[in-house]
């Protein structure tokens, strides 16, 4: 079966850096999208960052510009979210996510995009 392991998560002050990992098996990389969400408490989850696999696009969620990069490494067959300048908005389990299937409309910043999750690494930014 599909599996997502995160790594990397922990608590840090605001301004500090963070570096997320995701590794994937049993996904067919060529034809995956990655993506990595984002849910506080009493929040709803929130996309983050997502890359494809065959030609790296990146996205990001206008939050996180300038400040959050994500790519990939083919050979680690890992999904690595850098996070530099954290802010305590920032705080939340961040889950790494992959979507294989493709419908019409499909939006990559959408959760309903993604087939697979990790179970979440929880970052926490003080202030």
């Known amino acids: 079966q599909v599996q997502l392991v995160e790594s990397g998560g922990g608590l840090v002050q605001a301004g500090a850096s963070l570096k997320l990992s995701c590794t994937v098996s049993?996904?067919?990389?060529?034809?995956?999208?990655m993506g990595w969400f984002r849910q506080a408490p009493g929040k709803e989850r929130e996309f983050v960052a997502a890359?494809?696999?065959?030609?790296?696009?990146?996205v990001y969620a206008d939050s996180v510009k300038g400040r959050f990069t994500i790519s990939r490494d083919n050979a680690k067959n890992t999904v690595v979210l850098q996070m530099n300048g954290l802010k305590p908005e920032d705080t939340g389990v961040y889950c790494c996510?992959?979507?294989?299937?493709?419908?019409?409309?499909?939006?990559?910043?959408?959760?309903?995009?993604?087939?697979?999750w990790g179970q979440g690494t929880q970052v926490t930014v003080s202030s």
């Open positions: 049993g996904v067919i990389l060529s034809s995956t999208r």
């Open positions: 890359i494809t696999w065959s030609l790296g696009t990146t």
């Open positions: 996510a992959a979507g294989y299937f493709t419908a019409q409309g499909m939006n990559i910043m959408s959760s309903k995009s993604y087939d697979y």
